[in-house]
T-cell receptor, first 113, second 116 residues
């Protein structure tokens, strides 16, 4: 089944403790992206990747890192999480950029205390 | 910088009523435009998109949207809503050319509640 998977789905952590949210797709898609969703603010793009080893900042990259060493994986790294990074995070992928439909993962709900 | 405005935060309609959700964007160049839907407890799905050609685009589930370039608008419409259309709707835009082609800007969303 074609899908985008994220792990973990739920995470409660403390300020400053490094964490990684994994994202994997099995559709051989070139484009992958991370978004955060906050009430009243909609979705905001954090980082995106047009292909392996090619990443770029979205609108809210501060406090996040990404890497794209393999086509299928696009992990989101929070080196020192803070409470303002409490949010619902979505990973998405598409065949090749935004000209093609994005497929979204199920989301990761992160709480930083 | 690009931005997207959705005029209504929450729209409440009765079944069979007509729907129009407003979306305006600010960007001077050529854009691709999208409407996404998020049903309660689910992740986003693409409703429809506009890249070029006929400014009236049809999407899934009877939705359509009209691109009016002079007004920088891309409003979503449906002639007759159903209870199952209750969801949150997001307009989004990205620049078609240039170094930020992968950057997608979303509006803040409009919650639609349809009363049976």
């Amino acid at each position: 089944e074609a899908q985008v998977t994220q792990n973990p789905r739920y995470l409660i952590t403390v300020t400053g403790k490094k964490l990684t949210v994994t994202c994997s797709q099995n559709m051989n898609h070139e484009y992958m992206s991370w978004y955060r969703q906050d009430p009243g603010l909609g979705l905001r793009q954090i980082y995106y990747s047009m292909n392996v080893e090619v990443t770029d900042k979205g609108d809210v990259p501060e406090g996040y890192k990404v890497s794209r060493k393999e086509k299928r994986n696009f992990p989101l790294i929070l080196e020192s999480p803070s409470p303002n990074q409490t949010s619902l995070y979505f990973c998405a992928s598409s065949f090749a950029g935004l000209a093609y439909e994005q497929y979204f993962g199920p989301g990761t709900r992160l709480t930083v205390t | 910088a690009q931005s997207v405005s959705q005029h209504n935060h929450h729209v409440i309609l009765s079944e069979a009523a007509s729907l129009e959700l407003g979306c305006n964007y600010s960007y001077g160049g050529t854009v691709n435009l999208f409407w996404y839907v998020q049903y309660p407890g689910q992740h986003l799905q693409l409703l429809l998109k506009y890249f070029s050609g006929d400014p009236l685009v049809k999407g899934i589930k009877g939705f359509e949207a009209e691109f009016i370039k002079s007004k920088f608008s891309f409003n979503l419409r449906k002639p007759s809503v159903q209870w199952s259309d209750t969801a949150e709707y997001f307009c989004a835009v990205n620049a078609r050319y240039g170094g930020s082609q992968g950057n997608l800007i979303f509006g803040k969303g409009t919650k639609l509640s349809v009363k049976p």
